[in-house]
């Protein structure tokens, strides 16, 4: 059975960055595409980035454009997301979740949360201003 286990949640200061990590159990990393959503208070759950199996396709959602950057690791079957110049908005509860896309290699979603059908914890991300 495969399960993820995120964590790098922390409180920030505005303006300053975390690195969240999200690690797969069970099964290679090289098989899932993996998406990175969040909860902000009273908030619908939003994407925020995905990598595609292949890591060939990223997607990030326009608010976190050019100051977050995911990765993958296929030696520590984990997935980054690395968050600069972070945002009072950007407080959330922040979710990995995988998803084998069929087999397709080049393929990741964001705007879909409910089709991925193993998800992580969650990590807590609290940004002050």
């Known amino acids: 059975q495969l399960y993820l286990v995120e964590s790098g949640g922390e409180s920030v200061q505005s303006g300053g960055s975390l690195r969240l990590s999200c690690e797969v159990f069970g099964y290679s990393l090289d098989y899932y595409a993996i998406g990175w959503f969040r909860e902000g208070p009273g908030k619908e759950r939003e994407g925020v980035s995905c990598?595609?199996?292949?890591?060939?396709?990223?997607k990030y959602a326009n608010s976190v454009k050019g100051r977050f950057t995911i990765s993958r690791d296929s030696a520590q079957n984990t997935v980054y997301l690395q968050m600069n110049s972070l945002k009072a908005e950007d407080t959330a509860l922040y979710y990995c979740?995988?998803?084998?896309?069929?087999?397709?290699?080049?393929?990741?979603?964001?705007?879909?949360?409910?089709?991925?059908?193993?998800w992580g914890q969650g990590t807590q991300v609290t940004v002050s201003s």
């Open positions: 990598i595609s199996s292949s890591g060939g396709v990223i």
């Open positions: 979740a995988a998803h084998d896309f069929n087999g397709l290699t080049g393929k990741c979603e964001i705007s879909a949360h409910s089709s991925y059908p193993y």
